[in-house]
């Protein structure tokens, strides 16, 4: 019997296989990524989401290597959770190993956690994987595929990609070591699906150099940019833009100086020292010598952006001619929040650009016609969509399809599914249990669904807690106690309180003497009458003392 | 003194002036439009949002009639709750009438509310104002502007409308109609501002005809089709290619039946008897002839597609083979709902079609050079852009300028802003206080703010509520009773319990016998331990008997 590769998509919640993969031979596993997801606007009280990873702490020990494709949080937000569960080394190119370095700190493991570096044309000798950086152009510098020959073939995970020819830092993707792999036989190819749903090719980020040249040429007043905080190329244009139009430049918001700081001292940002400014110092320059860069563009409230546009900045507020550049994409979900702010920011004055108006953004993920490109350099004879929802992923298979790749050789799977890879098969094994991980402040999985249905039912009517002191004959002893919250306002329904009051009054009276589930009944009656007053159904409690 | 006009658009949230326009000369006063909106995903509990309409209820007595400009609930959903403070009349087309009725009826208001059927050609003369209906294209049938006379001049409210030259009901909007306005000089143009930030025109409803043919010919399992209930033209579309290709259409959701039974009634929808089927006779027929119409197209999770989504349909369950299509554009907030049913839907092996892939919505709004062909034609002296929001707003009255409206003669405003014009000029007025009304449940603006905060922390971290008894010396009578909800999963957080009772019963003993502010200095004390041990704030209340 041959031993099998098994690849596993994991974690994450929507996107499949974005935040870690899972690559196994007999006893050994790497692993690719391992980021975190956000939540949902419906996962109340949920600071983050990581992959269920528990598939393989049963085996722990097998774990060679945890390959980093790039920087951004859904790649390594994990990995200060991960860390404290493995022993195996983390491998990164020199930007990526910069930001994980502070993540590390954070979380107090620098001493415990091995971080090597890498390039993107090294050679890695991994167990029995041979593992093989490659350069690919996203929307943060120094991201890298991975090819991996494993003893039934080689593999090629792409992570984030867009085929980009003149990304801001010069750096195009290496197809040549694509061609290569191709030559060389590809058995399996993983590819990002972010974009599936979008025709054409995505645009380079080189574009945007027109539009902020344009705008720093118009603007009168100053120029507030919010986007992402990983958004090294975008800073960068900013900085350009800024420079060459005479303003100084102040960055703000905690992780965009941070991130901004790193990437300057590993040589990815190229900002003179006396082009920037500190954020206080913007005040005092007339407007058209300013230009900030700010965090908030995914309309997040206590970020920067978000307390501009609510008045709430402690050292900076929006006037009449500032214009406040949104140069980022929404993520779904975020569309209500962000509208909200840029309508706060014309309340106040400002002049906004957004991608849905200007030429402010381009993705950082492959469109259609780089999908196939890919897939005819790489010319695979599996296919595995992954990164992105289930709709992205049918669809990159379908145009996989299209381009010749037989529809049994391409497995559209979910996270948690076992796909076993031979040299001539690629088969859908078991699917693990798990699925995600709820992050809700200092608890990892302690939030489940239990605890999120009482939340919903809090968050939609609140709670009615009447404390009850019965003698022992039965009658009652004072006027019950009564905590409410999240259900009526009780100064305005003192009515309402009145008649709960008699409502648990008439309860007791018709109990007589018999005790028995007096507080069950207490809160029926008393469930009963407020949702007949009020319509709404509160969690109601009684506590019979 | 010669008197002023005054325009008031009101209420809503988001979008200006959507949900009711006043329009007030002396101590007369008409009423365009009563609607609603739906909260917003972080308005916690609340059913929908009315107007805060208490400026006109001040003087109710000089209302002399509420005119419709459609039959869509942002425009008549408010009425249920309007028409039991004022005594006018409604004044409505026949379709509009139709489904205002059944409103009334469903408020018991049906017997105390005059409601008066209007054609498009009327002339009706309402105190000082002459008011003349025109008919415009939308997403519903029977839609009308409203040219009104007054005192100071003409003003135009356009409603909702698109330039759809071939509507599916082969009407098109009145062009002719606002030609004459403009021969008679308008003063003022109040117009639909949704799509001002889209460039070109928006296409006709026909354009469905056409996706719909291909898909209906090509599919070979069972197509459903979800859309907006009110959207009468599409379930036309639907139901005229189910006719041609020989399938049976069975129409589910409360509310697409009821509007599609009124609609047929009243001859603004021409389904044939024999060609509707109960959904419970879908099952036994083969899947090549059914179609089937259901609600839940922005995501709802208890409308019939979300049902169908979570596999919770009584009497319907998606099948390998169903086509599914989403003929409908998201409202922003609920993309990240519609996307999670979508990939729902294809799990269950369902091929889904939606505007993102697919020609099979357009918009029932006017685009840019449907704001410019409006302008040209009106000719108004002043321009009031409405119905969006304040970006929307912005966008278009740049548009107007462009035209060649002079910039002092174009008033974007917010809701409750007071417009005074006059024959020669268009001032702002003084903001009435207000905005508008939460609903929920039965309450009407009975959940203001400290509630929706006190549902915030309760959707963030739930309660935590110790009920303590303490003897006349301050020892405790018993172990406190702890009700908590939201915050940990109780079964397995008996440490946590365990550390809640010791920080009581220490908080106790330090106390000795004072008892001054206890119940305070216990609810301290229980804070700050649940917040060192779970990251997490939730509500705490010590009650002290």
Redesign the interface.
């Known amino acids: 019997m041959t031993t099998k590769l098994r690849i596993v998509p994991l974690g994450g919640l929507?996107e499949i296989g974005k935040n870690m993969t899972v690559i196994e031979y007999g006893d050994e596993i790497i692993i690719v990524d391992a980021g975190i997801m956000f939540p949902?606007?419906?996962m109340?009280?949920i600071d983050l989401i990581i992959p269920d990873y528990n598939y393989i702490l049963d085996k722990s020990d097998n774990i060679l290597a945890v390959l980093i494709t790039h920087g951004h949080e859904d790649h390594v937000g994990a990995l200060s959770h991960l860390m404290r569960e493995i022993d195996a080394p983390i491998y990164a190119t020199r930007l990526t190993a910069g930001l994980i370095e502070g993540k590390l700190r954070q979380a107090k493991l620098q001493h415990d956690v091995s971080l090597r570096t890498i390039e993107a044309s090294d050679v890695l000798h991994i167990g029995a994987f041979t593992v093989e950086p490659f350069h690919v152009a996203h929307s943060i510098p120094d991201g890298v595929g991975y090819g991996i020959t494993t003893p039934v073939g080689l593999i090629v995970h792409t992570g984030d990609y867009k085929f980009d020819h003149t990304p801001v830092d010069g750096w195009p993707p290496d197809f040549a070591k694509l061609a290569e792999f191709s030559n060389r036989g590809v058995l399996c190819l993983l590819a990002d699906s972010t974009n599936a749903?979008r025709p054409g090719w995505t645009q380079s980020e080189t574009v945007i150099t027109d539009a902020f040249d344009e705008l720093f040429r118009q603007a009168e007043g100053r120029i507030i940019v919010a986007t992402f905080a990983s958004l090294i190329s975008r800073i960068q244009q900013v900085a350009n833009a800024a420079d060459l139009y005479g303003r100084k430049l102040a960055i703000t918001g905690r992780s965009m100086r941070d991130n901004s700081k790193i990437a300057r001292k590993l040589g990815y940002l190229d900002i003179p020292d006396d082009l920037l400014i500190d954020i206080s110092q913007a005040n005092s320059l007339p407007p058209e010598k300013v230009a900030i860069l700010v965090t908030g563009s995914q309309g997040e409230p206590t970020a920067v952006l978000g307390r501009l546009a609510n008045g709430r900045h402690p050292k900076l507020s929006i006037e009449e001619g500032d214009t406040v550049v949104l140069s980022a994409h929404p993520i779904?979900?975020n569309?209500?929040m962000i509208?909200?702010i840029?309508?706060r920011l014309?309340?106040r004055g400002a002049n906004?650009l957004h991608e849905?108006?200007a030429n402010v953004h381009v993705s950082g993920h492959a469109s259609q016609e780089e999908m196939k490109l890919l897939i005819n350099l790489v010319k695979p004879k599996f296919f595995v969509p992954i990164h992105g929802?289930?709709?992205h992923l049918?669809?990159h298979g379908r145009l996989a399809q299209e381009m010749g790749i037989r529809e049994e050789n391409i497995s559209v799977v979910?996270n948690g599914t076992i796909l076993e890879l031979e040299e001539h098969s690629l088969t859908i094994g078991p699917r693990i249990p798990g699925g995600y991980v709820f992050v809700?402040?200092?608890?990892v999985g302690?939030?489940?669904p239990?605890?999120m249905r009482?939340?919903?039912?809090?968050?939609?009517?609140?709670?009615f807690?009447a404390?009850i002191?019965l003698e022992i004959d039965g009658r009652l002893v004072e006027q019950p106690?009564i905590?409410s919250?999240?259900?009526?306002?009780l100064e305005?329904?003192e009515e309402i309180m009145e008649g709960a009051r008699e409502t648990i009054a008439q309860t007791i009276g018709a109990s007589g003497r018999n005790r028995d589930k007096i507080d069950k009944r207490i809160e029926n009656a008393l469930s009963r009458y407020l949702y007949t007053?009020?319509?709404?159904r509160p969690?109601v409690?009684a506590?019979v003392?």
């Open positions: 929507g949902e606007n419906d109340l009280g749903d779904p979900g569309e209500e509208y909200r840029i309508n014309l309340q906004v849905g108006i929802e289930l709709r049918q669809a979910e809700d402040g200092i608890g302690d939030v489940g239990a605890v009482d939340r919903e039912r809090l968050a939609d009517s609140g709670f807690i404390v002191s106690e905590i919250r999240g259900f009526v306002y305005e329904a007053e009020t319509g709404r969690m409690y506590i003392k």
